[in-house]
Nanobody, 126 residues
Framework: QVQVAESGGGLVQAGGSLRLSCTVS????????MGWFRQAPGKEREGVSC????????AYHDSVKGRFTVSRDNTKNTLYLQMNSLKPEDTAMYYC???????????????????WGQGTQVTVSS
């Protein structure tokens, strides 16, 4: 079974930065499109960002464009999310997922409905 471990969350003031990491095991990481998702209290989980299996295609939720950057290191089986200019509305539990095999962040990458890891909490104070 695929295992994911998210880390890097924390408490930060508005305007600050955080870098999330997601380490994946028991999966051919380099073959998978990867996504970052988040869920705020009382809200549905939403797709934040996607990176294709090759790293050549990226996608972002409109609310984070220009502030967040997704990347991956296939040699370390690790996915990253650099979050700058954080806002209180970014407060949520953040999750990563291996969404689709050999996919390129087109279509419905954000409709992933598989299993989830523990997530990492991001809290942005105003």
């Amino acid at each position: 079974q695929v295992q994911v471990a998210e880390s890097g969350g924390g408490l930060v003031q508005a305007g600050g930065s955080l870098r999330l990491s997601c380490t994946v095991s028991r999966l051919a990481f380099s073959h998978y499109e990867m996504g970052w998702f988040r869920q705020a209290p009382g809200k549905e989980r939403e797709g934040v960002s996607c990176i294709s299996w090759s790293g050549g295609n990226l996608a972002y939720h409109d609310s984070v464009k220009g502030r967040f950057t997704v990347s991956r290191d296939n040699t370390k089986n690790t996915l990253y999310l650099q979050m700058n200019s954080l806002k209180p509305e970014d407060t949520a539990m953040y999750y990563c997922a291996a969404t689709r095999r050999f996919a390129t962040c087109s279509g419905s990458w954000f409709a992933y409905s598989g299993s989830w890891g523990q997530g990492t909490q991001v809290t942005v104070s105003s």
